[in-house]
């Protein structure tokens, strides 16, 4: 192989990934404030209006509340945020300040959430399983 059409190439490519870089294109969503995740679950569940949010310190995602007692969670997928419904099938385990969501569904998985109250959430998981509300 000539070195110079390998060198070539190989400059190409560190200037495509340079590009993509600059743009931000393969990085992780992330929720800065409460508007943005707001936002987010608008686009996901039409109509969700929350009166509780809950979001993850590092921005990885969240987890809120409506007026009804419904409860939505939100993680990153792709370059937008996926959410889900449904916290009767949910399974959650605190460790200290973290919480594990298990969505029950096999493509959507797990969420972890580093949050300030999670009790709190635990706790409207927990009713809801039970039949309380929504």
């Given amino acids: ?9 190989l ?3 560190l ?5 993509a870089r600059w743009l931000g294109l393969g990085r992780a969503p992330r929720l800065a404030n409460e ?26 995602g969240a987890i809120m509340e409506a007026p009804d007692g419904r409860l939505l969670l939100l993680k990153p997928h792709g370059n937008f945020f996926a959410a889900r419904t449904g916290a009767r ?5 605190q460790n200290g300040q973290r919480l594990t969501i ?22 409207a998981i927990e009713r809801l399983k039970a039949g309380g509300n929504a």
């Avoid at 192989?1 to 190439?9: A, I, K, T």
């Avoid at 109509?47 to 921005?59: H, Q, W, Y």
């Avoid at 099938?89 to 385990?93: L, R």
Wanted: aromatic letters at 8%; proline letters at 4%; glycine letters at 8%.
């Fill in 89 to 93: 099938i949910w399974t959650v385990v």
């Fill in 102 to 123: 298990d969505s029950g569904e096999r493509r959507f998985g797990k969420v972890s959430l580093l949050l300030d109250e999670p009790a709190y959430w635990v706790a």
């Fill in 1 to 9: 192989m000539d070195p110079l059409l390998f060198l070539g190439s």
């Fill in 11 to 13: 400059a190409a490519i």
């Fill in 35 to 60: 508007a943005e995740a707001r936002a987010a679950a608008n686009e996901a569940v039409d109509g969700f209006e929350p009166v509780r949010i809950a979001l993850d310190r590092e921005g990885a």
């Fill in 15 to 19: 200037a495509l990934a340079g590009v």
